[in-house]
């Protein structure tokens, strides 16, 4: 089986402009959550979508947005991107919302801001 | 809130040799869910163990296993037997219940290197 897909891999942007990052989930995965992850950082969380509605955000500004779409594969949009956006972006699925549920990780999205 | 504290920015093992990683946490959950993931250079973040908070044996797969000490708040990973292959990222990691089930809040790592 499909492990959970990123796309693109890696990605270099201007400041000020706008990015897509998309997710596939596991098949069969109902929940999406997005982490953006610094150079030298423990992974922090952005989003996360369980059966296309959002049911949790992080502490990030209104520049990021998400959104999860009927067969569960995700979007992350960042507006005005900034230097400090420059990141590891990585997706993880899960079957359901709840903790017990294991979050299996995408190899992530590279985003380099110049 | 929640936090997790992983003090060892870096461990160094010699091959075939256990060695634990330290991971503390605070929360005032009281049900809760810890776990440790590997993350290689190339940047996929991989599960390795959980533990529930109110589960009353430490967890263990395979050549990992996890000390869950419930009143000192840690959580520390151990690797029995080292390979090669072990030299990664690793992070401790923990779930709420409640509106925010699905955020993962990770510690900053340790940086595992297994010498031959």
């Known amino acids: 089986d499909a492990g959970v897909t990123q796309s693109p891999t890696h990605l270099i942007k201007t400041r000020g402009q706008q990015v897509t990052l998309r997710c596939s989930p596991i098949s069969g995965h109902k929940s999406v959550s997005w982490y953006q992850q610094v150079l030298g950082q423990g992974p922090q969380f952005i989003f996360q979508y369980y059966e296309k509605e959002e049911r949790g955000r992080g502490n990030f500004p209104d520049r990021f947005s998400a959104r999860q779409f009927p067969n569960y594969s995700s979007e992350l949009n960042v507006n005005a991107l900034l230097l400090g956006d420059s990141a590891l972006y990585l997706c993880?699925?899960?079957w359901g919302a709840g903790i017990t549920y294991e979050q299996y990780f995408g190899p992530g999205t590279r985003l380099t801001v110049t | 809130a929640q936090k997790i504290t992983q003090t060892q920015p870096g461990m160094f093992v010699q091959e075939k040799e256990a060695v634990t990683l330290d991971c503390t946490y605070d929360?005032?959950?009281?049900?809760?869910?810890l776990f440790w993931y590997k993350q290689p250079s190339s940047g996929e973040m991989i599960f390795l163990i959980y533990q529930g908070s109110y589960d009353q044996q430490n967890a263990t797969e395979g050549r990992y296993s996890l000390n869950f000490q419930k009143a000192r708040k840690s959580a520390n990973l151990v690797i029995s037997a080292s390979q090669l292959g072990d030299s990664a990222m690793y992070f401790c990691a923990m779930r709420a219940p409640g509106a925010n089930a699905g955020k993962s809040t990770f510690g900053d790592g340790t940086t595992l290197t297994v010498k031959p």
């Open positions: 929360t005032s959950d009281p049900s809760y869910g």
């Open positions: 993880a699925s899960s």
